[in-house]
């Protein structure tokens, strides 16, 4: 009796930890974590080799590549459709409100490392991935957690109007109510959101709010974390305990009941908290991807391929809340 229970055990433990490693990398239909293993076996090398020289130079640059990833991935899915220059059909999304604040120089290196994938393997790497993995190069190399990617994502033929690109993205003035209940439509649980928020690594800084913006119309900055700016930790949650989070979509999280004893796990335990970042990045990554004959590989990561520019247009109105960054 005592044998059979004790394999029994080993075997239910075995399963567990099979099944949540299974669940922590799983991939969607149509995404694999070997997808480019005969076609592009050097890709995700070159991507880090050549963000960590980025980084060298500016490790701000690594925020606004995670960013870039969430405003494509929020918005009509993961389908670098954030990177296309507006068009006859409309203004482009990237032009849209929440997007003004992306930085320039994110869309630059996102088609840099495109070109240098391509140069190397031919156009069969989508802009899509290269941000997913951007993103998540940026968490590493500013000393957060390495995690796989699932890849194959395609190209998206049409961008999100601006109506549809403000009613996806969260505005900071969102209290916990209104963030746990946008995020559900995406179904993200309550600890994925506190997960996703606000991950800031870098920003050009000061801590007197007051006399760094006096008025309301002053162009100076922040940092949104006060305690490790330029890097990828927990200290986020600590600020919230402190009473420091910026904005009140960070703030609230530490108000609110449900979140509250969430962002003090965090605060306290740092692996705790990669480990659930990680698994909400990459929910969040696969957000409606498309893959196998849907989309295309972008020639170039702002322009649809010509040979299917005729099917591009800006995407209908979605309804939904409106938002305001
Ligand atoms: C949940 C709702 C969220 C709200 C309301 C929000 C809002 C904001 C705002 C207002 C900024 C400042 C932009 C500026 O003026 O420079 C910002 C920056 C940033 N956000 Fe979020 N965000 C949210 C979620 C996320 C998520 C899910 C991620 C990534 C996983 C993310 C990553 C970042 C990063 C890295 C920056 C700094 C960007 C830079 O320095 O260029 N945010 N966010």
Redesign the pocket.
């Known amino acids: 009796m005592v044998l059979p229970s004790i394999s029994l055990l080993l075997l239910l433990s075995t399963c567990l930890i099979m099944c949540t490693y299974f669940n922590f990398t799983r991939a969607q239909g149509g995404l694999s974590l070997n997808f480019y293993d005969s076609s592009c076996p050097k890709l995700e090398s070159i991507v880090r080799k050549q963000l960590k020289k980025e980084f060298k130079n500016d490790i701000?640059q690594a925020?606004?590549l995670?960013?870039l990833h969430?405003h494509d991935c929020f918005v009509q899915g993961c389908d670098a459709s954030v990177l296309l220059d507006g068009s006859a059909s409309g203004p482009s999304e990237r032009s849209a409100p929440p997007n003004l604040?992306l930085?320039a120089e994110a869309f630059r290196i996102i088609d840099d490392l495109r070109r240098r994938v391509h140069n190397k393997c031919g156009r069969v790497v989508s802009c899509a991935d290269i941000i997913a993995l951007s993103a998540r190069d940026s968490v590493f190399l500013s000393g957060g957690p390495d995690y796989a990617v699932p890849l194959g994502r395609r190209d998206g033929l049409n961008f999100a109007t601006t109506n549809s690109t403000l009613a996806n993205l969260?505005?900071?003035s969102?209290n916990t109510t209104a963030?746990l209940t946008s995020l559900a439509t995406k179904n993200f649980t309550t600890t994925d959101v506190v997960a996703?928020?606000?991950?800031?690594?870098?920003?050009t800084l000061a801590t007197n709010l007051k006399t760094t913006c006096p008025t309301a119309n002053s162009n100076n900055t922040v940092v949104?974390d006060i305690r490790s700016p330029n890097s990828f930790d927990n200290k986020y949650y600590v600020d919230l305990m402190n009473r420091q989070g910026l904005?009140t979509?960070d703030q609230d999280l530490y108000t609110d009941s449900r979140t509250r004893g969430i962002v003090t796990s965090f605060a306290v335990n740092q692996t705790l908290f990669f480990e659930k970042f990680v698994s909400a990045?990459i929910k969040?990554s696969q957000l409606s991807v498309l893959t196998g004959r849907e989309g295309e590989i972008r020639a170039n990561c702002s322009v649809v391929n010509s040979d299917n520019v005729l099917l591009s247009s800006v995407v209908g109105e979605e309804q939904g809340t409106s938002s305001a960054?």
């Open positions: 701000g925020a606004g995670l960013r969430f604040s930085r969260p505005a900071p969102s963030l996703l928020s606000d991950p800031i690594m870098d920003k949104l904005f979509s990045m969040m960054f």
